[in-house]
């Protein structure tokens, strides 16, 4: 077919779009044959043009083009044959001209085709040094779409040169403004690893998050298809994307980091009871030192080799992880040590359970983990395995009670006031050296808290399945009742002390008030109640809210927390106090006639019940150590902040443990400690102002990836908010309260009136002195074993923990029943 007679309009339905298509055209076509459907369009070829307008012989095939895409409005672009290449775009070079009617075509065609030799265009090539004149553009005509928004994306950032960071640009309405410039429009930046929002603007947008997303993900498409990073235009039609054109980004790039299949999955589900929101490094680094040595040597106690304990150091290194300054569980290396313990390969799916999350991990992840298919000889050395470790636990239980009492002799030896260290006249290296021997003295052996909570969370989970087997939802009831109902924990201890110098300010008139007015310096109108006071703080003068953090502030240095809860204690009418409640079923009315059974029961959910009671007042012995291991750290602080390394005594909690040691010792690699503080509490600061990150996070590729995605403003935690009037958790302790819901974020700042329901995310045993207030509690995380629920028990009052999404659907100051028998929680609407 010679020149007079080709087709000059063309159609990529049907055919094959040579070079005089010009680069848009042939892009568009690429795009619809890779079934990305742009919207219906054809080329009019520069062959087609004459200075005067639309050769005559054309004008037929126009025609029958433009019936071919149907009613109008049409777009009418330029298809220059350099348009849109690898190397020079010529964006906005050329004319454009939308909402052109069908019978403007023709017109419209011929003056983008004219727009080849204007002086924008010369200008172009000449400043880019291209040598020759740009031959007449080729003209696309394109059904136009009626956008609610458009703009322009990147699948990776022009500016910055990262290939992972798409960048999405949208106005309301056509893009065209956002293209020539008029309007800047509104930016997005996506991490197209972990499929995140890192920026997004600020107030009322065009798009939303999710729209955000899939056009960036789009944009990521059009590349993979093409092979090259695509800068595309977009539009969104009653709700559906579309892609307008594409072309290769010009721009320098950075170069591709090659592909990481690695998997991490963080969940925090568990740890939030031990470490609730930020954490600063300090406590981070120290909980993860603690978490390695302790489940070391908990997979030694259960008969994991030494050598196979080494070979797995980092695994037990890495238990914990710090996302956006909250901690969170690594589960992918709490799976790899769990796989370590024997029996594993034979009864792995029992096992999993013992994870304890609220979702179990990708079958992609457990397969690569842990012994294959085992040989009948390698299952029967495995059940050896089993065996050796099961008669070992079997041994460690019958001289727990043993354990027990030799490790709080050690504990008190290495606290006991006539081996510790005076930390107010003590110099740094001898405040190094403290926190040695009690690293090495306790941190090092921590035999009966892992020997007890392993032992606990069996107990606890087969006498639960068994009172279920044999006695149905009775012996559920009753399960829940004994374990939870224990009678000897500490923490019950402390609610009993604040009630008791709650009545003794009631008997005083006015001095409620006083203390609210004054503080500690009206306890001395009660000679009783000041000596109640002191000996709560001598003993319990490291609680405090969130007391594992080391960052937190303790009873001994603000009392004003207990000092509040005994006032609110005083005010609260006989009628409104908590009544212990006892639940009439008991094991001869689940067992009637089963004798045997009620024998067996009674003994194991006794043992049960003891090893419970145990896990809680070894936490007590943690926290001990955790206040003298702040009271050191502090020292430190204050030290360094005298020779001039900190600018205050505080800012210690900044620095990790390793490089306050270390700078003391000689080993840091730093020896320059202000900017790292003024680095990490920046960093602290932005985390402070967004919101809390998922329970779980999934990471591909390095962690660093998520962490930047995060710092950026990505993978926030949504609400869960709602209009139903009643949802259900797990129940945790018997009754039934109506009252004002209060919701305590931070109850350092926020208080809780006498008789109100308190509404939190979580809690810890530093929340007793807001417990002592409650009518009934409320915690959207935890489980039967969680303190929030033992101490609720103790205590006689309702509690419901794991409602999803509490703090958000309960209403600050409104009206709530709690049943703690159901687990329901029900909103009184108007």
Not at 131 to 151: C, F, T
Not at 338 to 351: D, K, Q, S
Request: contains cysteine; glycine residues 8%.
């Amino acid at each position: 077919m010679n020149a007079e007679t080709r087709p000059m309009v063309l159609s990529p339905k049907n055919e094959t779009l040579p070079e005089s298509a010009g680069g848009k055209g042939r892009a568009l076509a690429r795009l619809d044959g890779a079934g990305f459907n742009p919207p219906s369009f054809f080329v009019v070829l520069p062959g087609a043009f004459d200075d005067t307008g639309l050769k005559a012989e054309c004008a037929e095939m126009l025609a029958e083009a433009i019936d071919g895409l149907g009613n109008g409005p049409f777009a009418v672009r330029s298809s220059g044959a350099q348009e849109d290449g690898t190397e020079h775009s010529h964006a906005g070079q050329f004319l454009s001209l939308l909402n052109i009617e069908a019978g403007e075509v023709a017109d419209a065609a011929h003056k983008v085709w004219l727009s080849g030799d204007g002086g924008s265009v010369t200008g172009y090539r000449e400043m880019r040094n291209l040598a020759e004149a740009d031959p007449a553009p080729a003209v696309v005509v394109q059904r136009m779409i009626n956008a609610s928004a458009a703009g322009v994306a990147f699948s990776a950032d022009p500016i910055r040169g990262l290939r992972h960071h798409a960048v999405v640009s949208a106005v309301a309405g056509l893009g065209d403004r956002l293209v020539s410039g008029e309007e800047d429009g509104e930016t997005w930046t996506v991490d197209t690893l972990q499929q995140a929002l890192l920026t997004a603007p600020d107030g009322d947008t065009v798009l939303t998050p999710a729209q955000a997303l899939e056009v960036a993900h789009l944009a990521c498409r059009v590349e993979e298809a093409f092979g090259l990073p695509q800068d595309i235009e977009w539009a969104f039609e009653y709700g559906v994307l579309h892609i307008l054109q594409a072309r290769p980004i010009t721009t320098e790039l950075k170069q591709t980091a090659h592909a990481d299949p690695q998997l991490v999955i963080y969940d925090n589900s568990n740890i939030v009871e031990s470490y609730p929101g930020l954490v600063t490094p300090l406590t981070y680094s120290f909980a993860r030192y603690a978490y390695t040595r302790v489940y070391q040597a908990f997979v030694s106690v259960v008969g994991v080799r030494q050598d196979v304990i080494a070979a797995n150091a980092p695994v037990f290194e890495n238990m914990l992880g710090r996302i956006d300054g909250r901690v969170y569980y690594n589960l992918v290396n709490w799976y790899r040590a769990l796989a370590l313990l024997p029996g594993f390969a034979v009864n792995r799916a029992h096992m999993e359970t013992m994870m304890g999350v609220s979702e179990p991990l990708p079958e992609t992840v457990t397969a690569s983990i842990g012994p294959g298919e085992l040989s009948a000889s390698a299952r029967w050395l495995e059940y050896g395995r089993l065996a050796r470790a099961g008669l070992g636990l079997v041994l460690q239980a019958m001289r727990l009670n043993r354990t027990i009492r030799g490790f709080q002799l050690r504990l008190d030896a290495a606290l006991g006031p006539q081996q510790s260290l005076d930390v107010g006249s003590a110099c740094l290296s001898d405040l190094v050296a403290e926190y040695r021997r009690i690293e090495a003295s306790l941190l090092d052996n921590w035999d009966a808290p892992i020997v007890n909570d392993f032992l606990c969370m069996m107990a606890f989970g087969a006498s639960r399945k068994l009172m279920e087997r044999w006695f149905g939802q009775p012996g559920l009831e009753l399960h829940n009742h004994v374990m939870i109902g224990q009678g000897d924990i500490i923490s019950a201890e402390l609610a009993k002390r604040i009630a008791h110098m709650g009545a003794l300010v009631a008997a005083i008139d006015g001095l409620a008030d006083d203390i609210d007015a004054r503080g500690t310096d009206t306890l001395d109108r009660s000679p009783e109640l000041r000596a109640e006071f002191d000996a709560y703080i001598e003993r319990f003068g490291d609680r405090c809210t969130e007391e594992l953090k080391l960052e937190s502030v303790t009873l001994d240095e603000d009392p004003s927390a207990l000092l509040a809860a005994v006032a609110a204690s005083a005010r609260r009418p006989a009628s409104e106090k908590p009544q212990n409640r006892s639940d009439a079923r008991d094991f001869a009315s689940v067992a009637k006639g089963k004798p045997v059974r009620r024998m067996v029961a009674r003994l194991f959910v006794g043992w049960a019940k003891a090893r419970v009671r145990d896990r809680e007042n070894l936490r007590f012995e943690r926290t001990r150590i955790f206040g003298r291991a702040r009271k050191l750290f502090l020292a430190m602080g204050r030290e360094l902040a005298a020779l001039g390394h900190l600018e205050e005594p505080r800012d210690v909690f900044y620095l990790t443990v390793e490089e306050l040691v270390g700078a003391v010792e000689g080993f840091a690699s730093t020896q320059i400690l202000q900017p790292l503080v003024k680095l990490r509490r920046a960093e602290m600061e932005a985390s402070a102002t967004r919101n809390d990150p998922p329970e779980r996070i999934t990471v591909e590729g390095a962690s660093i990836n998520v962490a930047t995605s995060i710092s950026n403003g990505g993978v926030v935690e949504v609400a869960e908010g709602g209009d139903e009037t009643m949802r259900a958790g797990t129940a945790c302790s018997a009754g039934n309260v109506t009252a004002t819901a209060r919701v305590i974020r931070d109850p350092a700042t926020e208080s809780l009136q006498s008789g109100e329901i308190l509404v939190a995310r979580h809690t810890d045993p530093g929340w007793i002195a807001v417990f002592s207030n409650a009518s009934a509690i409320v915690v959207e995380r935890g489980s039967l074993l969680s303190h929030s629920a033992i101490v609720a028990r103790e205590m006689g009052i309702p509690c419901v923990v794991a409602l999803k999404g509490a703090t958000a659907w309960i209403r600050d100051g409104e009206t709530i029943t709690v049943d703690g028998t159901s687990g329901e929680v029900t909103r009184k609407t108007a």
